[in-house]
Protein backbone atom coordinates (compact mmCIF):
# COMPACT_ATOMS: atom_id res chain seq x y z
CA UNK A 1 0.00 0.00 0.00
CA UNK A 2 1.04 3.81 -1.00
CA UNK A 3 4.19 2.14 -2.60
CA UNK A 4 4.97 0.70 1.12
CA UNK A 5 4.96 -3.48 1.01
CA UNK A 6 4.56 -4.27 3.92
CA UNK A 7 3.36 -7.89 5.61
CA UNK A 8 0.48 -8.22 8.05
CA UNK A 9 0.41 -11.57 10.55
CA UNK A 10 2.62 -13.75 8.97
CA UNK A 11 1.14 -16.64 10.50
CA UNK A 12 1.34 -20.67 8.99
CA UNK A 13 3.37 -20.66 5.83
CA UNK A 14 3.03 -17.01 5.20
CA UNK A 15 6.48 -17.64 3.56
CA UNK A 16 5.53 -20.39 1.35
CA UNK A 17 2.46 -18.22 0.04
CA UNK A 18 5.01 -15.36 -0.83
CA UNK A 19 6.80 -17.96 -2.61
CA UNK A 20 3.71 -18.92 -4.42
CA UNK A 21 3.12 -14.99 -5.34
CA UNK A 22 6.29 -14.82 -6.70
CA UNK A 23 6.54 -12.32 -3.60
CA UNK A 24 10.21 -11.30 -2.51
CA UNK A 25 10.51 -11.19 1.38
CA UNK A 26 13.69 -9.49 1.01
CA UNK A 27 11.23 -6.30 -0.79
CA UNK A 28 9.22 -6.46 2.72
CA UNK A 29 9.82 -3.14 4.43
CA UNK A 30 7.62 -3.68 7.42
CA UNK A 31 6.41 -6.59 9.47
CA UNK A 32 3.21 -6.02 11.76
CA UNK A 33 2.17 -8.79 14.36
CA UNK A 34 -1.32 -7.56 16.01
CA UNK A 35 -1.12 -10.25 18.89
CA UNK A 36 0.65 -13.32 20.04
CA UNK A 37 -1.31 -16.33 18.47
CA UNK A 38 0.62 -18.61 16.47
CA UNK A 39 -1.59 -18.22 13.43
CA UNK A 40 -0.43 -14.47 13.42
CA UNK A 41 3.29 -14.93 14.10
CA UNK A 42 4.66 -18.17 13.33
CA UNK A 43 6.24 -17.16 10.15
CA UNK A 44 7.42 -13.57 11.76
CA UNK A 45 11.16 -14.77 12.29
CA UNK A 46 11.22 -15.68 9.06
CA UNK A 47 9.81 -12.53 7.19
CA UNK A 48 12.66 -10.70 9.64
CA UNK A 49 15.36 -13.19 8.27
CA UNK A 50 13.70 -12.35 4.59
CA UNK A 51 13.72 -8.67 5.50
CA UNK A 52 17.25 -8.16 5.91
CA UNK A 53 18.54 -10.59 3.26
CA UNK A 54 19.26 -13.24 5.78
CA UNK A 55 20.72 -11.04 9.06
CA UNK A 56 23.21 -9.46 6.05
CA UNK A 57 21.71 -5.72 6.64
CA UNK A 58 20.07 -4.45 9.61
CA UNK A 59 16.84 -3.54 7.27
CA UNK A 60 13.28 -3.44 8.08
CA UNK A 61 10.36 -1.72 10.73
CA UNK A 62 8.53 -4.38 12.57
CA UNK A 63 5.48 -2.83 14.44
CA UNK A 64 4.13 -5.22 17.00
CA UNK A 65 2.17 -5.90 20.23
CA UNK A 66 3.41 -5.62 23.80
CA UNK A 67 2.88 -9.73 23.85
CA UNK A 68 4.98 -9.84 20.54
CA UNK A 69 7.72 -7.86 21.79
CA UNK A 70 7.86 -8.53 25.61
CA UNK A 71 5.35 -10.98 26.62
CA UNK A 72 2.26 -10.17 28.86
CA UNK A 73 0.92 -12.76 31.16
CA UNK A 74 0.37 -16.19 29.29
CA UNK A 75 1.88 -14.85 25.71
CA UNK A 76 5.26 -14.64 24.15
CA UNK A 77 7.34 -12.84 23.22
CA UNK A 78 7.60 -14.43 19.58
CA UNK A 79 10.41 -12.53 18.13
CA UNK A 80 14.24 -13.64 19.35
CA UNK A 81 16.79 -10.79 20.73
CA UNK A 82 18.52 -12.01 17.64
CA UNK A 83 15.96 -11.13 15.17
CA UNK A 84 15.18 -8.23 16.96
CA UNK A 85 18.63 -7.00 16.18
CA UNK A 86 18.35 -7.39 12.61
CA UNK A 87 15.42 -4.51 12.66
CA UNK A 88 15.67 -0.94 11.72
CA UNK A 89 12.95 0.38 13.82
CA UNK A 90 10.62 -1.80 16.48
CA UNK A 91 7.48 0.06 17.42
CA UNK A 92 5.12 -1.42 20.62
CA UNK A 93 1.62 -1.40 18.69
CA UNK A 94 -0.44 -0.09 21.66
CA UNK A 95 -4.43 1.17 21.08
CA UNK A 96 -4.37 4.91 21.30
CA UNK A 97 -0.90 4.84 19.46
CA UNK A 98 -0.13 5.38 16.39
CA UNK A 99 3.64 5.52 13.72
CA UNK A 100 4.10 7.04 10.38
CA UNK A 101 5.69 4.36 8.07
CA UNK A 102 7.13 6.78 4.91
CA UNK A 103 3.74 8.76 4.44
CA UNK A 104 1.13 6.87 5.97
CA UNK A 105 -0.30 6.65 9.17
CA UNK A 106 -0.93 3.55 10.74
CA UNK A 107 -3.03 3.66 13.75
CA UNK A 108 -3.42 1.13 16.39
CA UNK A 109 -7.11 0.04 17.25
CA UNK A 110 -8.50 -1.96 20.24
CA UNK A 111 -9.50 -5.43 20.33
CA UNK A 112 -11.67 -7.51 22.26
CA UNK A 113 -9.52 -10.90 22.50
CA UNK A 114 -7.90 -13.24 24.68
CA UNK A 115 -4.37 -11.53 24.34
CA UNK A 116 -5.34 -8.44 26.12
CA UNK A 117 -2.62 -6.31 24.01
CA UNK A 118 -3.41 -7.24 20.74
CA UNK A 119 -4.43 -4.50 18.00
CA UNK A 120 -5.93 -3.63 15.26
CA UNK A 121 -4.46 -1.99 12.41
CA UNK A 122 -5.93 1.64 10.72
CA UNK A 123 -4.07 2.48 8.04
CA UNK A 124 -4.80 5.61 6.12
CA UNK A 125 -3.51 5.56 2.92
CA UNK A 126 -3.28 8.20 0.07
CA UNK A 127 -6.49 6.41 -1.23
CA UNK A 128 -8.49 6.48 2.21
CA UNK A 129 -8.71 3.90 5.08
CA UNK A 130 -8.27 -0.04 4.93
CA UNK A 131 -8.79 -1.34 8.43
CA UNK A 132 -7.40 -4.60 9.61
CA UNK A 133 -9.89 -5.06 12.32
CA UNK A 134 -8.07 -8.11 13.76
CA UNK A 135 -8.82 -11.01 16.33
CA UNK A 136 -11.86 -9.31 18.46
CA UNK A 137 -15.18 -10.44 19.11
CA UNK A 138 -17.98 -7.82 18.76
CA UNK A 139 -17.48 -4.67 20.58
CA UNK A 140 -18.94 -1.27 20.73
CA UNK A 141 -15.38 0.56 21.26
CA UNK A 142 -13.85 -1.95 18.39
CA UNK A 143 -16.66 -0.93 16.03
CA UNK A 144 -16.45 2.94 16.26
CA UNK A 145 -12.50 2.69 15.74
CA UNK A 146 -13.07 1.56 12.27
CA UNK A 147 -15.28 4.38 11.01
CA UNK A 148 -14.72 5.72 7.91
CA UNK A 149 -12.72 2.41 6.75
CA UNK A 150 -13.25 1.93 2.46
CA UNK A 151 -11.82 -1.31 3.15
CA UNK A 152 -12.63 -3.18 6.28
CA UNK A 153 -11.05 -6.62 6.66
CA UNK A 154 -12.72 -8.62 9.62
CA UNK A 155 -11.95 -12.03 10.68
CA UNK A 156 -14.71 -14.25 10.76
CA UNK A 157 -13.73 -17.50 12.19
CA UNK A 158 -17.27 -18.67 13.10
CA UNK A 159 -20.37 -18.98 10.53
CA UNK A 160 -23.42 -18.26 11.07
CA UNK A 161 -25.15 -19.51 14.49
CA UNK A 162 -21.97 -20.39 15.73
CA UNK A 163 -20.22 -17.73 18.13
CA UNK A 164 -18.05 -18.16 20.66
CA UNK A 165 -16.17 -16.17 22.90
CA UNK A 166 -13.13 -13.93 21.34
CA UNK A 167 -13.97 -13.77 17.81
CA UNK A 168 -16.40 -12.76 14.96
CA UNK A 169 -19.34 -15.12 13.94
CA UNK A 170 -21.37 -13.95 11.19
CA UNK A 171 -24.15 -11.94 12.67
CA UNK A 172 -21.08 -9.82 14.24
CA UNK A 173 -19.48 -9.47 11.02
CA UNK A 174 -22.73 -8.54 10.00
CA UNK A 175 -23.16 -6.02 12.51
CA UNK A 176 -19.91 -4.44 11.53
CA UNK A 177 -20.73 -4.15 7.97
CA UNK A 178 -24.00 -2.81 8.66
CA UNK A 179 -22.83 0.07 11.35
CA UNK A 180 -19.19 0.99 9.37
CA UNK A 181 -20.76 1.01 5.26
CA UNK A 182 -17.49 0.35 3.92
CA UNK A 183 -17.19 -0.10 0.61
CA UNK A 184 -15.72 -3.18 0.86
CA UNK A 185 -15.74 -5.94 4.18
CA UNK A 186 -12.51 -8.45 3.19
CA UNK A 187 -13.28 -11.46 5.51
CA UNK A 188 -10.74 -13.89 6.45
CA UNK A 189 -9.20 -16.05 9.42
CA UNK A 190 -12.03 -18.78 8.67
CA UNK A 191 -12.47 -21.64 11.21
CA UNK A 192 -13.45 -25.59 10.39
CA UNK A 193 -16.40 -24.93 10.81
CA UNK A 194 -16.44 -22.14 8.60
CA UNK A 195 -14.65 -24.20 5.71
CA UNK A 196 -17.76 -26.58 5.99
CA UNK A 197 -20.18 -23.96 6.23
CA UNK A 198 -18.77 -22.09 3.16
CA UNK A 199 -17.42 -19.15 3.58
CA UNK A 200 -18.49 -17.80 0.30
CA UNK A 201 -22.12 -18.18 2.14
CA UNK A 202 -21.07 -16.15 4.88
CA UNK A 203 -20.34 -13.50 2.13
CA UNK A 204 -23.52 -13.63 0.64
CA UNK A 205 -25.04 -13.41 3.48
CA UNK A 206 -23.50 -10.00 4.33
CA UNK A 207 -23.61 -8.79 1.24
CA UNK A 208 -27.41 -9.73 0.58
CA UNK A 209 -28.24 -7.73 4.39
CA UNK A 210 -26.19 -4.98 4.23
CA UNK A 211 -25.79 -4.10 0.27
CA UNK A 212 -21.72 -3.79 0.81
CA UNK A 213 -19.54 -5.42 -1.50
CA UNK A 214 -18.21 -8.67 0.40
CA UNK A 215 -15.72 -11.01 -0.25
CA UNK A 216 -14.26 -13.86 1.20
CA UNK A 217 -10.92 -14.02 1.20
CA UNK A 218 -8.77 -16.45 -1.22
CA UNK A 219 -5.11 -17.69 -1.02
CA UNK A 220 -3.17 -15.21 -3.90
CA UNK A 221 -6.30 -12.78 -4.29
CA UNK A 222 -5.08 -9.11 -4.58
CA UNK A 223 -7.33 -6.51 -4.10
CA UNK A 224 -6.33 -2.90 -5.61
CA UNK A 225 -7.16 -0.06 -4.19
CA UNK A 226 -7.68 3.22 -5.97
CA UNK A 227 -10.78 5.25 -7.17
CA UNK A 228 -12.61 2.17 -7.74
CA UNK A 229 -11.54 -1.23 -5.56
CA UNK A 230 -10.73 -3.65 -8.30
CA UNK A 231 -10.34 -7.61 -7.08
CA UNK A 232 -8.10 -10.05 -8.59
CA UNK A 233 -8.69 -13.86 -7.87
CA UNK A 234 -6.32 -16.49 -9.25
ZN1 LIG B 1 -6.00 -14.67 18.25
ZN1 LIG C 1 -6.25 -15.68 14.98
Known amino acids: MDDLNMHIDPGPSAAHQMHRMKLDPARTEAVLISHCHPDH ?12 R ?22 GPAVSKYHRSLLNRIEMAEVGGEVKLNDMRIRFTPTKHSDPTG ?8 EGLVSYVSD ?24 W ?23 MAILNHFGAKIIHAGAEKQAAIIEKETG ?7 DLMTVQLGKIIRVRRN
Open 41 to 52: YTDAEVMIEGMS
Open 54 to 75: GGLKKRGTLLASRSVLEGHQLH
Open 119 to 126: VGFAMETR
Open 136 to 159: TELDHQVLKHQEGSRILILPLTRP
Open 161 to 183: GARIPNHLCTEDALEMVKEIRPE
Open 212 to 218: VRTLAAE
